[in-house]
């Protein structure tokens, strides 16, 4: 039994250098490593993404109400959170060109009720920068103040592609940890010692 | 959706017959009503995890045809749809949720308790609608926590009150209110601290359909307080009515 420990340990080392460089499930399907194995490069994939988190949380670009949709989450609804920030993405991006549009005609009345519609949404999954911006834009909206309108607008696209980019970032830790966590499950290895022996040799 | 009173029936009759079937008469069926579909998704979500029925509508009109109260009558006899709850957002293009809640009072459905959901914290705006009989105002982000306490406080309550109405009368005489000329009855769970109108399913109750409640507890932070103003029941005969705890502090 120790000498496999002593196997494991060696052969662990090559494996991680390449969880790091090939992506986790593709390293999964090729090497056929053992749960624990895998283990290892999952934990630090979800401290990535709990790191990503804990920025944008400390940038404040989201805030509480994005955990609120996170509980909302679970084995009954598994795609709950980038189901609903999807759907905010297409109503956004409509918003903004319409907004694009009415700012050209300076019809600031009706900018007023898409940016309520932006407001209500973004706070609704905690996009908490974006929904500032917009409330900043309402203001100017409403004192028929053009420039600041086209100013609160450019700075509002920019905080609305950080907060996407942030958010696919974020969603794609997530499918990376699911196909791994998938990939582990078919390797057919429940304890680490006896089944996976052969493939061992393999690694060295 | 039905755009044409025939088809409107059609499609009634047979959504009728699907929520009937799948309706648990236990199940609290909330009817949901807001224009974002970000926010529909999300009250929907709430709601099922608390264990309701949802029917989400994207407009007051199309929550007026849903019960049934549009200008099309409907054969279909809408009692076992069984609307319990009605929540809807306040900000809306063409009827606002302060119109729906006046409609509603004012029609066959005043029974059934509206929650009024708002990203405004505009006192005015609470007042109103708590004036008009809004059960309890929400302020958006609707949390998890605001949509459990409003189906604890309103329907939990309910059903323990028809089990305990002994329980509630004996109550009375501790539970002394402001106005002395009504007399009121309070939960008996002492950690619920809002009044609640029954919902349609005990439409027999003798407890005045239109008290309110401001939303409070102590842990909430995000509904806003408002001044206990009782408004004036629908069946004055009504030998009891219950008043906020809240309202009795300010």
């Not at chain 2, 959901?117 to 609470?126: D, G, Q, T």
Request: glycine share 4%.
């Amino acid at each position: 039994m120790l000498n496999n420990a002593a196997h494991y340990s060696k052969s662990g080392q090559h494996a991680r250098r390449r969880l790091t460089q090939y992506g986790y499930p593709q390293v999964a399907a090729k090497t056929g490593l053992p749960l624990w194995m895998l283990g290892l490069g999952v934990e630090r994939l979800r401290a990535d993404m709990n790191r990503l988190l804990a920025l944008l949380f400390h940038q404040g670009v989201l805030d509480e109400q994005y955990l609120q949709l996170q509980q909302l989450q679970d084995e009954s609804s598994p795609n709950f959170v980038s189901e609903v920030v999807n759907i905010y993405f297409q109503e956004s991006e409509k918003l903004l060109r319409n907004l694009r549009f009415l700012l050209e005609f300076s019809d600031y009345k009706k900018m007023g009720v898409h940016l309520n519609q932006f407001i209500g949404s973004s706070s609704s999954i905690g996009a908490k920068r974006v929904r500032n911006v917009c409330v900043a834009f309402r203001v100017a909206s409403e004192q028929n103040n053009r420039l600041g309108c086209l100013r609160a607008l450019e700075l509002l696209e920019h905080e609305y592609c950080y907060l996407k980019n942030k958010l696919h970032e974020l969603f794609q830790f997530r499918a990376t940890d699911r196909a791994a966590k998938t990939a582990s499950s078919y390797s057919q290895v429940s304890s680490p010692a006896l089944k996976q022996k052969p493939k061992w040799r393999k690694l060295g | 959706m039905a755009r044409n009173g025939v088809f409107s029936r059609r499609w009634r009759a047979e959504e009728f017959d699907k929520l009937c079937s799948s309706l648990d008469s236990d199940e609290v069926h909330v009817l949901a009503v807001d224009d974002s579909l970000v926010d529909r998704k999300v009250i929907e979500r709430l709601l099922k995890i608390t264990s309701c029925k949802v029917t989400t509508v994207d407009s007051g009109r199309r929550a007026l045809q849903f019960l049934g109260l549009d200008e099309q009558e409907s054969s279909v006899g809408f009692d076992a749809l069984k609307v319990d709850m009605i929540i809807t957002d306040y900000c809306m293009p063409g009827m606002t949720g302060y119109e729906l809640l006046k409609k509603i009072k004012g029609s066959s459905f005043r029974e059934i308790p509206v929650v009024i959901m708002s990203s405004e914290n505009v006192l005015a705006r609470i007042d109103s609608c708590l004036e008009e009989g809004a059960e309890d105002f929400l302020l958006k982000p609707v949390k998890l926590s605001d949509v459990k306490r409003l189906k604890d406080y309103m329907f939990s309550e309910d059903r323990s009150r028809t089990e305990a109405k002994g329980m509630n009368k004996r109550k009375l005489p501790e539970t002394s209110s402001d106005d002395p000329s009504t007399p009121t009855t309070l939960s008996p769970s002492p950690s619920i601290d809002m009044s609640s109108t029954p919902s349609s399913e005990s439409s027999s109750s003798p407890f005045s359909p239109r008290t309110f409640s401001s939303s409070i507890s102590a842990d909430s932070s995000s509904n806003s307080t408002v001044s206990s103003m009782p408004s004036s029941p629908t069946s004055p005969g009504s030998p009891t009515r219950r008043l906020k705890i809240t309202g009795q502090d300010l």
